[in-house]
């Protein structure tokens, strides 16, 4: 049969909205292939996460075992999934391309001797599906041939699954790992904490750029901003290239592609890497001194102003307003 296993990253037994979309769309494919979607989670202990996403319309959930598979190793975690496909004899196996997710599906790829179509927008009726190319500036039709197919999903691109009533049956497996192929080694990991939303889940995106000119001005000029409006911050490529900031805040093509509802871009030319990353927003708002900045082409709402002296206004305003 048809079917298709989706990889549901999950962190801290919690599934974020990533996750989701992935699962809606291995439901599409299974819809127009005539298969089934089934969701896998690696990694001991993982009974509340399987019971968890068993509710969003899978057919099934398989649980991965292994201690091994506790924390994320590529070279494990794509042998165990490489095991399992193949033992199922599932058609297509499919992520969101998040870092987890660019980070095992080619190994996995690599594995299967399979094709791969990355960060795909569209699944057609054929079977084909749709990615973008230089930017998104071109959209390519891609056929995958052989009997399994990898494919990673835009997060940006499909709705998340909802939850249903009926809950899908759980199916513990042992997963066939190769000590002997496995070279990776956990040590640590270090979670950054922050009472901000995280930038592919947020509803509000505040991003800055090199007009900001330092990190200082990140801090004392458009971190007001991002908190009066409670949303996440981002940052283009130049600005994290300069230092003012960590690249996990990143927002751009080589960063995260996000399509919040509200995105504000603040002294961000718009390069076509950054506009890459957040042109699929639902309202785009610049703020650039230079009207000619390409970041007005896709902003529904452009200010040409000082971002130094219309922030802090922006803010004093928003204070008058909620106070």
Same mark, same amino acid.
């Given at each position: ?62 649980? !991965? ?12 975690? $794509?042998?165990?999934?490489? *095991? ?42 054929? *079977? ?15 056929? !995958? ?56 889940? $947020? ?54 592609v996000v399509a919040p509802e509200l995105y504000v871009a ?58």
């Open positions: 049969m048809a079917d298709v296993l989706v990889y549901a990253e999950h962190q801290g037994g919690h599934f974020p909205k990533t996750t989701l979309i992935a699962v809606n769309a291995g439901l599409e494919v299974a819809r127009k292939r005539g298969g089934n979607c089934i969701a896998v989670i690696m990694g001991e202990g993982a009974d509340a996460a399987a019971a968890e996403i068993a509710k969003y319309g899978v057919s099934k959930v398989i649980v !991965l075992e292994d201690s091994r598979l506790e924390h994320h190793l590529a070279d494990a975690a $794509a042998q165990a999934l490489a *095991g399992l496909t193949k033992n199922s004899g599932a058609e297509t196996v499919l992520a969101t391309a998040t870092a987890l997710g660019k980070d095992l599906m080619p190994r996995l790829a690599a594995r299967l001797n399979a094709p791969m179509a990355s960060e795909i927008i569209a699944i057609n009726d054929d *079977g084909t599906f749709v990615r973008p190319m230089y930017a998104g500036n071109a959209l390519a039709t891609i056929e !995958l041939e052989g009997p399994v197919r990898v494919v990673t999903v835009r997060g940006t691109a499909f709705d998340a699954a909802k939850a249903t009533e009926a809950a899908a049956p759980i199916e513990k497996v042992k997963a066939e790992l190769d000590a002997a192929g496995l070279k990776m080694e956990f040590v640590s990991f270090n979670a950054i904490k922050s009472d901000r939303p995280q930038l592919t889940e $947020a509803r509000i995106i505040v991003s800055g750029g090199r007009g900001l000119k330092s990190g200082e001005n990140f801090k004392t000029v458009l971190e007001p901003l991002v908190d009066e409006m409670g949303a996440a911050m981002g940052a283009s490529r130049a600005a994290v290239d300069a230092g003012f900031v960590p690249n996990d805040l990143q927002v751009g093509q080589t960063g995260k603040v002294g961000i030319s718009g390069a076509i890497q950054h506009l890459a990353g957040m042109k699929d927003s639902k309202t785009i708002v610049a703020i650039n001194k230079d009207e000619e900045a390409p970041i007005f082409s896709v902003a529904d709402y452009g200010l040409v102003a000082d971002l130094f002296k219309a922030v802090p206004e922006m803010v004093e305003a928003m204070k008058k307003i909620k106070h």
